[in-house]
């Protein structure tokens, strides 16, 4: 008996004690999940990508810092848009630029889809940019660079504000990226990796575009024609959800002449980045278009610290697919000529 009773208290004291160590363990994880973020400091050398020091070097004396919208050279970049690409007409698959019966050919992989009854049902009536214009637009690209640069009250001040690829806004980064969104663009291959292919539950999917509010959601679905059946899944997910988001896909005859426009002028690539759409969208359609988050280096302008290469993760781009550094030089040449506004390093909270 006594034997039976020292184990049984053998037994108590050990589950005491693993108890106890678990819930230290659990602790100690929480604080640092919660722990405030350290003061950041200028990297060891060894902590600065391959030749960025000197690449960056170059690009701030590239980048003018007083900075004046060029109106002659503006309206001579927008029209040219407007000539040989027309988004504001043809960007966007309609209802009335694709009727029942017609074809799609994808821009990508030639591709050929039918226009069915049931895929015409979910196109939008008409163009949602066709004879609009905004007084200002922020293009807020994801880069890590707009982590703790406090930027969200100049990005929200804009008219009219675009976001790519369904980047997060609430809780903690608000402050930083702001939360007014029109328009947020949406890659199939997020819905093919985050949410199964939507072939299954379809919850997470939904409750992530409630942050969104009524905005515009924006689709590159015809470039493959592969993946036509998830995006038809997510529109069929957002209205059995009652979810407010309008869905609307881009069109991939604007999208072939998008490239070729920017192909005339140096610019070539297996695929562009979905902010070079945007932003070319945007100067088509807004008098003053600002770009945040749009820096293709690890490391800071400023400081030159480390930098995620996404303010909410540190997930690599492809770089056999986009070619960032050539789109960004780009940039920098519109910015200098005063075509767009180029936000590099943090905002002052008084800017607004």
Partial sequence: MRKKLSIMINLLCLGSLLTTLIWYTLEDSFVELHRPIPQRSAPKPSELCKGCKEVIDKVKKLYNQTWKKHEENYHRFSLQLSINCNGSNNGIVTQ?????????????????????????KIFIKENPFSKKRWDTCSIVGSGG?????????????????????????????????????????ANPSIFMNKYGSLMGRRRAFADSLHQYGNSLLLFPCFSYGGTRPVCQRAVYAIEDMDISIQPIFLNPRYLERLVKFWE???????????????????????????LYGFWPFSNHPDRLFPLTNHYYDNVPYDRKVHAMPNEFSHWVELHNKGVLKLHLGDCKSDQV
Wanted: charged letters at 25%.
């Fill in 264 to 290: 005339s002028l140096g610019l070539k690539e297996h695929r562009p980045s979905t902010g070079l759409y945007m932003t070319s969208l945007a100067l088509e359609v807004c008098e003053t278009v600002h």
């Fill in 96 to 120: 009335e630029n694709t009727p029942v019966g017609s074809k799609i050919v994808c821009d990508k992989d030639r591709s050929v889809i039918s226009v069915t009854p049931e895929l015409f």
């Fill in 145 to 185: 660079i707009l982590t703790d640069s406090g930027c969200g009250k100049m990005i929200d001040s804009a008219d009219f504000v675009i976001r790519c690829n369904l980047p997060p806004v609430e809780n903690e980064f608000h402050n930083d990226v702001g939360m007014k969104t029109n328009l947020v663009t």
